[in-house]
Every structure is written in C-alpha cells, then in structure tokens.
C-alpha cells in the first residue's frame, strides 16, 4: 500500500493569503497525484489531477506540482469560499489512497 | 448534467448486512469505472472499492475485502456495494464516485451528495 502524508493538518490564512499545502508518498508515484476540496457536509469536488492540471471550472488561483514523492497544492490568493478541507489522493496503484487532510481556517 | 445519487444508509446492528445503491444519470453510464468511498464521523476519505466498466476488474481496500462486494447493472445506470458482516467501524458516509480515467489513474471527478452508514448495536 501506498501512504499518503498532509502537511500541515490545519493553518489559519485570510483573505489573498498564498497558501501551500504539501502532501508526501511513501513511494515514488510519479505524477499521479490528485487533489480535492470538500467543505462541511459536501461530497468531495476534485480540483486537481495528475498533479499539476486544473479541472474544468475549477479557478485558475489553484495550481498543483510536484513529481516522485513530493507534491504541493498553491492557493495564489485565498478566497472566502476556498475555506474548507484539503485531500491529495493516489491514484498510482489501484489500490488508491488519501491524505489525512487539510483544514485551511479563517484567520 | 452529471448526476450520482446515492440510496441505502441507515442504522444496522454489528454483524448485519446492508446494500448501498448509487443511481447514475447525465452520462454514459456503462462508459465509466466507479469507486466507493467512505468517511466515517470527524475523519478523512477512505477508499473501500472500484470496479471497471465491464466488471471485470474488481478491487477492494484490505478494511472491507471479504465482507463487502461491489457490483453494477450498466443497463439500470446503477452501482452497488453489498456490504456484510458490518462492525462499529464501518459507520461512515459512503459516497460512490466516477473515475475521469483520462491515462493518470483514477481521478474521481463526480461525487454522489452520500448515504449515512451506522452500525450500532
């Protein structure tokens, strides 16, 4: 199996903060690294795949890199409704797996 | 519009049994691997189980492999999880999701809103 580790678990920003998220396997998975917000009580929304391309309608102010065992997901300028909870996801094996999540709060 | 509507949750006693149902519309259904995954109260996503387009190929998280069973009728649009020999731990909110497949792996690109598992004696 392949674990997935979420730094940090939670970070307080405001409004048109940059915030970086970094998600680290414990193998390399080349770039197959996705990213999704979920806000209380909602389904997951997928913002990112294959590590750094954008989902269709998703805001530009998400963007995604990395390759190997490091990943980060950038919010060039935080936004009132970007407060929610982060997850990357492996999708290198079948088997897949999540991070333990982000929580970005409102400073 | 893509649309994954899930049915089934409730409350059931350790050791019951329970059948989940994710009814598909907006797409071609029978185009599309499908996913489970659940998050139990307060915690992160787990993935349980996938299947592919033509069920051939079926996979489960070690948590639920022998005890749940994955399925899906592409003629009724629909995706199940049986799920047997329920424990406490296994309460969650299980959501069925759709695979983009775009040759990355499995990015879930569609969520249903998610039905409420409880075990509970």
């Known amino acids: 199996d392949i674990q997935m580790t979420q730094s940090p678990s939670s970070l307080s920003a405001s409004v048109g903060d940059r915030v970086t998220i970094t998600c680290r396997a414990s193998?390399?998975?080349?770039?197959?690294l996705n990213w999704y917000q979920q806000k209380p009580g909602k389904a997951p929304k997928l913002l990112i795949y294959?590590?750094?391309s954008l989902q269709s309608g998703v805001p530009s102010r998400f963007s995604g890199s990395g390759s190997g065992t490091d990943f980060t997901l950038t919010i060039s300028s935080l936004q009132p409704g970007d407060f929610a909870t982060y997850y990357c996801?492996?999708?290198?094996?079948?088997?897949?797996?999540f991070g333990g999540g982000t929580k970005v709060e409102i400073k | 519009e893509v649309q994954l509507e899930e049915s089934g949750g409730g409350l059931v006693r350790p050791g019951g049994s329970l059948t989940l149902s994710c009814a598909a519309s907006g797409f071609t259904f029978s185009g599309y691997n499908m996913n489970w995954v659940r998050q139990a109260p307060g915690k992160g996503l787990e993935w349980v189980s996938s299947?592919?387009?033509?069920?051939?190929?079926?996979f489960y998280a070690d948590s639920v492999k022998g005890r749940f069973t994955i399925s899906r009728d592409n003629a009724k649009k629909s995706l199940y999880l049986q799920m047997n020999s329920l424990r406490v731990e296994d309460t969650a909110v299980y959501y069925c999701a759709r695979d983009a497949d775009r040759g990355y792996g499995p990015d879930l690109d569609s969520w249903g809103q998610g039905t409420r598992v409880t075990v509970s004696s």
């Open positions: 299947i592919n387009s033509r069920s051939n190929y079926i």
């Open positions: 996801q492996q999708s290198y094996i079948t088997l897949l797996s």
């Open positions: 193998q390399s998975i080349d770039n197959y």
């Open positions: 294959a590590a750094s």
